[in-house]
């Protein structure tokens, strides 16, 4: 198992840049695929980005591609979400996601691929 706690939410101007942080806990973080997830109020849980276990292969969100950038580090058991040039419409709540990919190469992008979740952290960003 895994538990996973997201950081680095908060209000930030349009075109400015925030890091979020996932940390798990556990020994066998680097079998765990990790997506990142956002939900605005209203509207469904969408996946923004996503990243294998090993680190080796990536998914963007279209919506994202070119802003938002995914990475892990396993010595930290920690993965990242670099945020930049924001958008008022990337306002939401951002949960991070894992699912034990048995150290695979492979990346998931749907909600029900996911059997671990963060609590969610608070990104809102003004215009």
């Known amino acids: 198992q895994v538990q996973l706690v997201e950081s680095g939410g908060g209000l930030v101007q349009a075109g400015g840049s925030l890091r979020l942080s996932c940390a798990a806990s556990?020994?066998?973080?680097?079998?765990?695929?990790v997506g990142w997830f956002r939900q605005a109020p209203g509207k469904e849980r969408e996946c923004v980005a996503a990243?294998?276990?090993?680190?080796?292969?990536?998914y963007s969100a279209a919506s994202v591609k070119g802003r938002f950038t995914i990475s892990r580090d396993n010595t930290k058991n920690t993965v990242y979400l670099q945020m930049n040039t924001l958008k008022p419409e990337d306002t939401a709540v951002y949960y991070c996601?894992?699912?034990?990919?048995?150290?695979?190469?492979?990346?998931?992008?749907?909600?029900?691929?996911?059997?671990?979740w963060g609590q969610g952290t608070q990104v809102t960003v003004s215009s």
């Open positions: 996601a894992g699912r034990n990919g048995l150290y695979g190469g492979s990346y998931y992008i749907r909600t029900h691929d996911y059997g671990y």
């Open positions: 556990g020994r066998t973080f680097s079998a765990y695929a």
């Open positions: 990243i294998s276990g090993r680190g080796d292969s990536t």
